[in-house]
């Protein structure tokens, strides 16, 4: 074979070794880039809920630090009122609240007393109250007289205080004089009709109630304002609640205007069919939701007359506001940088998996 020949083969052998070579090269980069794409892919998507959480946390954080910003107003109070004492209350409802150490309000008539057939026993009545429940009573109609002539026996057999306030499932403003001769402080109504009253508005406590649970009656949605009846705003008299349809769909809207405002609003609960009825799963998520409130020390669980105190009071302690506001923000950014870890943990030597 001449040498002109040997050299021209010997360079085709190379040439043809060195497409292989660069074509084994060129598939092994695409196979780790088309790995690495496919990976990254899966730990973006891994990351994800971890990065929305975040932002969501940092979108609170600067929600709180512009409320740091404004005038310190009281907290928000909130009333749970439990119409009916069905055996859910006991074994549905309460455990619930326990678990949160939140308490509401029980309305007591005639019709809704512990002991009685398909309510709650009288063990679990005092339970309830030894863990912080109030009591209010419920007028279902009739004859005022005999009604507070019975609920007041009933009372002083337990040795029961009677309580301050009076709920009404279907107002009647013609007992305004009843509830003020027998020392009754507050009227609790849930009516479509709004009640005006004469005098100054900007005099007016405001209150709001509306069932806990209304997804599609917006008539029995009730907001609740109210102010003393006379317009001097004399204590001795009687705070009256008047209502108004509210829509449902806004409650979280509501409840974030509650807590920034610090306003007080009234909820009620049953267990028979109606737009208040008790659903589990809708109540978790709204003491979830509220619970970040709480928190913040922006919003409690009162009874009646501890809510209108909380929203009077000119003194509001500043101090246990910055106390508060400094507990949840230690929270958030403590679980801010939980998040970066996290999230850093995703991805650290992501490309070495190839």
Known sequence: MEPMDLRRNLFLILSVVLTVILTAMAWQTWRVERLQAKRLAELNEEAEPLERERENLWREL?????DAEREPLPPAAEQLLVTEL??????????LMRDRDLHGILALSREQLPGQEGKISFEEFNELLEKGWTLCLSFPGGDFDDWYDAM?????????????????????????DKLR???????IQQESEQIQLEGDEGAA??????PWNDEDDEGAARILYARPWNDEGDEGEVRILYARP???EDVVSFVDNLAAKGG????????????????????????????????RGRYYFTDFAEGMALQEDTEFDEDRAEAAYRRELERIQAEIDDLDQRIHAIYANWNLAA
């Open 62 to 66: 600067s929600s709180l630090q512009r």
């Open 264 to 295: 007080t609003a009234v909820f009620t609960v049953s267990f028979s069919e109606g737009p208040d009825a008790f659903d589990e799963t809708g109540f978790v998520n709204m003491l979830d939701y509220v619970g970040k409130y709480i928190q």
């Open 205 to 210: 406590l405001i209150l709001y109630v509306r």
């Open 152 to 176: 007041s026996d009933w009372l002083e057999d337990l040795s029961l205080p009677r309580p301050e306030a009076v709920y009404f499932p279907e107002w009647d403003p013609t007992l305004v």
């Open 86 to 95: 069905d055996e859910d209350l006991y074994t549905r409802l309460y455990p």
């Open 181 to 187: 001769t027998y020392g009754f402080t507050i009227a």
């Open 246 to 248: 509210w829509n449902y």
